[in-house]
T-cell receptor, first 113, second 116 residues
């Protein structure tokens, strides 16, 4: 069954601290893995996109890693800011069908002052 | 436009009524997607349009759901005889054609549908 599991479900950290969010997937065939940030009441916004051959990609304070062998990905946030408070969604794209994305349920991150 | 525009942003309807949700994608984006996000759940794929090709309707949960895309631009998602389980945020996204994995999706802010 094609699934994307994210952990933790929610996380509270203090401003300035780092954190790492996890994503495990069982999606086949694998095409790409994306991380999105979704602010409350807004649509998801793309942070990173990685294909099979990429094992790390950065976007400012966000760094995503991908281990295609273990089917795991992580999103590391450095020096967190209050504006990082949002849901972070891991999405795996299936090869062979452009409309077929498998979404995780997201990790709700709260950054406190 | 500069982004994907969805309307209305909020819709409250009575059970059994029909609703229409609108999506205006980014100009030039030939691919358009509808997703549903229920409370505490991940996004659920509904339907996908690519240019003039027949849409991929494989995610529509029942025949009460339909969507069309006129002129390759604006799309309307219609839900007939709404049920309480249809309550969710309906998100529209668009992307440049082809190159799965090369292009990100741009999402709209969604329509929050509440069926009472």
């Amino acid at each position: 069954k094609n699934q994307v599991e994210q952990s933790p479900q929610s996380l509270i950290i203090l401003e300035g601290k780092n954190c790492t969010l996890q994503c495990n997937y069982t999606v086949s065939p694998f095409s790409n893995l994306r991380w999105y940030k979704q602010d409350t009441g807004r649509g998801p916004v793309s942070l990173t996109i990685m294909t099979f051959s990429e094992n790390t990609k950065s976007n400012g304070r966000y760094t995503a890693t991908l281990d295609a062998d273990t089917k795991q990905s992580s999103l590391h946030i450095t020096a967190s800011q209050l504006s990082d408070s949002a849901s972070y969604i891991c999405v795996v794209g299936r090869g062979g069908s452009q409309g077929n994305l498998i979404f995780g349920k997201g990790t709700k991150l709260s950054v406190k002052p | 436009g500069a982004g994907v525009s969805q309307s209305p942003s909020n819709k409250v309807t009575e059970k059994g009524k029909d609703v229409e949700l609108r999506c205006d994608p980014i100009s030039g984006h030939t691919a358009l997607y509808w997703y549903r996000q229920s409370l505490g759940q991940g996004l659920e794929f509904l339907i996908y349009f690519q240019g003039n090709s027949a849409p991929d309707k494989s995610g529509l949960p029942s025949d009460r759901f339909s969507a069309e895309r006129t002129g390759g631009s604006v799309s309307t998602l219609t839900i007939q005889r709404t049920q309480q389980e249809d309550s969710a945020v309906y998100l529209c996204a668009s992307s440049l054609a082809l190159g799965e994995g090369q292009y990100g999706y741009t999402f709209g802010s969604g329509t929050r549908l509440t069926v009472v």
